[in-house]
């Protein structure tokens, strides 16, 4: 509770009493009890700002009994004309003070720190993204955790938290999110993002559905929309077009830990959903606001609380800004927080960042992506330079395995970048996928290079390019990394990352399906130039 200057749970408000020389009744209502018996909230004095409390074992002050205060979610309430994360309605205040007095002077300002809390589901959609509002001229660092969450700098407006829920089990999958928007939302932040791929990268688990069902409960949305857009991507009548192919029509029908096989995002978004889903077509987007609004109020007293919405243009997608604006979640893929940026970044921009810190030291690409483009960039790579490509079903029967590479690169890092790779060609992922499984395989891919990576850090390399979202997401945890600062969207597609200190580290950080032949050497360039800027 913000109350003179303290921050205190609920639970401990008792105890706290003597602290102050007046006495002062509060009568505190969960919210959520709240919420249950009254139509609307009522123009309220105050509240009692609890951002991360545990449920609370003690019975909530009230004049009368009204159960157990749990505080697992924090709602929204709108007091006066501002919607506010809070825990609890306090209802009346009195007492020997002044009331003016203690409204004025010791309620403790209430202040949103951010103004979007992305959850991205994997970390290289997650750095697309930061890298896209930096563009924007939006502060928005990248972080690990919600815990991380804690060193953040002031002028930070927005920040992505990368996390590996792509392939998570639905029900870990939930839990992070959960822990995660829970994290972002006791930083004051206004709206939460979940980000996942322009492609709808999912499967019939999940973890899209999953993991949107979970956030709308916390965040009490009585609605979400659903727009994987990017460029060349568009939606109409609910089916996702690749340029003029269909999604099921593309590679990503052979991907080998998401197949993507049906169009349809209703269907694929049903089949992993308990919650109605349906569509906002784009002849009602096109159609304007007021148009999208009743039809979505029709459409949610038929149950549904998931749309598809239908983007085939940009001014589709900025129509689909300013329904989402007021709303605590919204979802999709790269392009549509910048629109929701846009809604309140105006005249204070930062200086977009295309170098970043110096990281001198030896360099390394790791790559575990098996994608068309990834399988052709390092071939590319492997031109000039020595790649190590790992064969999983040797090493699943090698536990040296990650010896024999540190001790295969160590003469050789000192001449110029090294690559290792479990990247391979289709029927390659095929024989590995039949002996260990699809997520056996994908799980000692990272666990090799992982490893791989952090014992090249302790042989003096500071420059990484590491191609491949889950494998990103492994590398930055084995090297420690829990926040980086984040370069504006270029050529590297949004990748290149600093981690600083008194051992700075450079890295970019590339999904499967994105650059060029020579993005490798582009990449290793870029922090090159770095090095000769200090």
């Given at each position: 509770m913000a109350?003179?200057?303290?921050?205190?749970?609920?639970?401990?408000?008792?105890?706290?009493?003597?602290?102050?020389?007046?006495?002062?009744?509060?009568?505190?209502?969960?919210?959520?009890?709240?919420?249950?018996?009254?139509?609307?909230?009522?123009?309220?004095?105050?509240?009692?700002?609890?951002?991360?409390?545990?449920?609370?074992?003690?019975?909530?002050?009230?004049?009368?009994?009204?159960?157990?205060?749990?505080?697992?979610?924090?709602?929204?309430?709108?007091?006066?004309?501002?919607?506010?994360?809070?825990?609890?309605?306090?209802?009346?205040?009195?007492?020997?003070?002044?009331?003016?007095?203690?409204?004025?002077?010791?309620?403790?300002e209430i202040k949103t720190m951010l103004e979007l809390g992305v959850i991205a589901d994997d970390l290289t959609g997650g750095m697309m993204v930061a890298s896209l509002l930096e563009r924007e001229g939006v502060r928005c660092p990248l972080v690990t955790s919600g815990d991380a969450l804690n060193t953040l700098d002031d002028d930070a407006q927005a920040v992505v938290v990368g996390r590996k829920l792509l392939i998570q089990p639905p029900d870990d999958a939930r839990a992070d999110a959960k822990r995660t928007a829970e994290a972002l939302l006791a930083k004051g932040t206004k709206q939460i993002y979940y980000k996942y791929s322009a492609l709808f990268s999912s499967?019939?688990?999940?973890?899209?559905?999953?993991?949107?069902?979970?956030?709308?409960?916390?965040?009490?949305?009585?609605?979400?929309?659903?727009?994987?857009?990017?460029?060349?991507?568009?939606?109409?009548?609910?089916?996702?077009?690749?340029?003029?192919?269909?999604?099921?029509?593309?590679?990503?029908?052979?991907?080998?830990?998401?197949?993507?096989?049906?169009?349809?995002?209703?269907?694929?978004?049903?089949?992993?959903?308990?919650?109605?889903?349906?569509?906002?077509?784009?002849?009602?987007?096109?159609?304007?606001?007021?148009?999208?609004?009743?039809?979505?109020?029709?459409?949610?007293?038929?149950?549904?609380?998931?749309?598809?919405?239908?983007?085939?243009?940009e001014s589709n997608l900025e129509q689909l800004a300013t329904l989402s604006k007021d709303l605590p979640l919204s979802t999709g893929a790269d392009l549509l927080p910048v629109m929701l940026a846009r809604n309140w970044q105006r005249d204070k921009k930062s200086q977009p960042k295309t170098l970043l810190p110096p990281a001198p030291g030896y360099e390394a690409v790791i790559s575990g992506s098996c994608t068309g483009k990834s399988v052709r960039q390092l071939a590319h790579f492997e031109q000039t330079?020595?790649?190590?490509?790992?064969?999983?079903?040797?090493?699943?029967?090698?536990?040296?395995?990650?010896?024999?590479?540190?001790?295969?690169?160590?003469?050789?890092?000192?001449?110029?970048?090294?690559?290792?790779?479990?990247?391979?060609?289709?029927?390659?992922?095929?024989?590995?996928?039949?002996?260990?499984?699809?997520?056996?395989?994908?799980?000692?891919?990272?666990?090799?290079?992982?490893?791989?990576?952090?014992?090249?850090?302790?042989?003096?390399?500071?420059?990484?390019?590491v191609m491949g979202g889950e494998t990103s997401g492994a590398v930055m945890a084995s090297l420690g990394i829990e926040q980086v600062s984040v370069a504006t969207f270029d050529v590297l597609n949004g990748g290149y990352c600093h981690s600083s200190g008194s051992d700075p580290l450079s890295l970019v950080l590339k999904a499967g399906g994105v650059g060029e032949d020579n993005f490798i050497h582009t990449a290793l360039e870029q922090m090159r130039k770095a090095d000769k800027n200090q």
């Open positions: 109350l003179c200057g303290l921050s205190l749970p609920l639970c401990s408000l008792k105890k706290a009493m003597p602290l102050f020389r007046f006495t002062v009744f509060l009568i505190a209502v969960p919210a959520t009890i709240w919420a249950q018996t009254h139509a609307s909230v009522p123009t309220i004095d105050c509240v009692a700002i609890v951002p991360v409390v545990p449920k609370c074992e003690e019975t909530a002050i009230t004049p009368t009994a009204v159960g157990k205060a749990n505080f697992s979610t924090i709602p929204k309430v709108m007091i006066h004309g501002k919607f506010l994360s809070i825990n609890c309605v306090i209802l009346g205040v009195s007492g020997m003070a002044c009331r003016k007095s203690l409204l004025r002077h010791k309620i403790r499967t019939a688990r999940g973890n899209i559905g999953p993991v949107a069902e979970t956030l709308m409960d916390l965040t009490q949305a009585d609605h979400v929309f659903f727009c994987p857009i990017w460029k060349n991507t568009t939606i109409y009548q609910g089916r996702l077009f690749l340029g003029s192919i269909m999604l099921h029509e593309s590679p990503r029908r052979n991907d080998p830990v998401t197949p993507m096989t049906n169009s349809n995002l209703v269907e694929v978004l049903q089949k992993q959903s308990q919650v109605k889903v349906g569509l906002l077509p784009y002849q009602i987007v096109a159609s304007g606001t007021d148009a999208c609004e009743n039809y979505i109020s029709e459409q949610k007293t038929l149950g549904v609380k998931f749309f598809i919405v239908d983007v085939i243009d330079h020595p790649v190590f490509r790992i064969d999983l079903l040797e090493a699943a029967q090698d536990a040296n395995m990650v010896d024999h590479i540190v001790e295969w690169a160590k003469d050789r890092l000192e001449k110029g970048p090294v690559g290792v790779g479990t990247s391979t060609d289709p029927e390659g992922v095929k024989r590995a996928q039949a002996e260990l499984g699809r997520e056996g395989a994908a799980t000692l891919a990272d666990k090799l290079l992982s490893s791989v990576a952090q014992h090249f850090y302790q042989h003096g390399v500071r420059k990484f390019v």
